[in-house]
C-alpha cells in the first residue's frame, strides 16, 4: 500500500464523522464513508499534493451526500433526525404539540420544489452557509438566497393556513 493510500484511509473517522453529521442513520453514514474512499482511492494520482487531504475528503464527502440525495429526491426523513431533541422540560403535551409541528414542517417542505427542498435542507437543517452551498450545488449565492426565501415564505403561508382551517 502507497503513503498516500495509507493516509487516506486514515482519513476513515474522519469521513464518518462528516458523514454522520449529514445523516444520522450509521449503516448509511459507513456507506458513504466507504463510497467516498473508494472514489479518493481511485482517483490519487489527479491530486495536487498542496490539497488539505480533510478539507479536500470532507468536500468530496458533501458532494457524495447531495449526489445520492438528489438520487432519492431527498428524503427528508432521514435529514430532519439531526434536529436538537426536544428539550427535555418540556411536559408530555407540549412534546407532542412540538412533535406535530416538526411533522407538518417536514411535509411541507416535502412539497417543495427540488431546488427549495435543497437549499432549504443545507441551510436550515444542515447548517451550511451560503458559500458552502454554494460550492455544493452550482446555485449561487443570490439564487442560494433566492430559493431560500421563497421556500420559507411558501413553508410559512402553507402552514397558516392549514392551522386557521384547524380552527
Same mark, same amino acid.
Do not use: D, G, H
Given at each position: 500500500?502507497?503513503? =498516500?493510500?495509507? *493516509?487516506?484511509l486514515d482519513l476513515r473517522t474522519h469521513l $464518518?464523522?462528516?458523514?454522520?453529521? $449529514?445523516?444520522p442513520n450509521r449503516a448509511e453514514a459507513e456507506d458513504l464513508t466507504q463510497e467516498c474512499l473508494t472514489r479518493l482511492l *481511485?482517483? =490519487?494520482t489527479e491530486f495536487d499534493r498542496s490539497i488539505n487531504? !480533510?478539507?479536500y475528503a470532507a468536500t468530496a464527502m458533501r458532494h457524495l451526500w447531495? /449526489? =445520492?440525495l438528489r !438520487?432519492?429526491?431527498? /428524503? $427528508?426523513s432521514d435529514t430532519f433526525e439531526t434536529l =436538537?431533541?426536544?428539550a427535555p422540560q418540556l411536559t408530555p403535551e407540549q412534546r407532542i404539540e412540538v412533535q406535530e409541528v416538526e411533522n407538518q414542517v417536514r411535509y411541507l417542505i416535502s412539497l417543495l420544489p427540488e431546488r427549495q427542498r435543497l437549499v432549504i435542507t443545507l441551510h436550515d437543517v444542515m447548517g451550511l452557509d451560503y458559500n458552502e452551498i454554494e460550492r455544493e450545488t452550482q446555485i449561487n449565492q443570490q439564487n442560494c438566497r433566492t430559493l431560500l426565501s421563497r421556500a420559507r415564505r411558501t413553508i410559512r403561508e402553507q402552514f397558516n393556513q392549514f392551522n386557521q382551517n384547524e380552527i
Open positions: 500500500m502507497t503513503r =498516500q493510500q495509507t *493516509e487516506y $464518518l464523522a462528516v458523514a454522520m453529521r $449529514l445523516t *481511485e482517483r =490519487q487531504p !480533510k478539507q447531495i /449526489s =445520492q !438520487k432519492r429526491k431527498i /428524503s $427528508l =436538537q431533541p426536544i
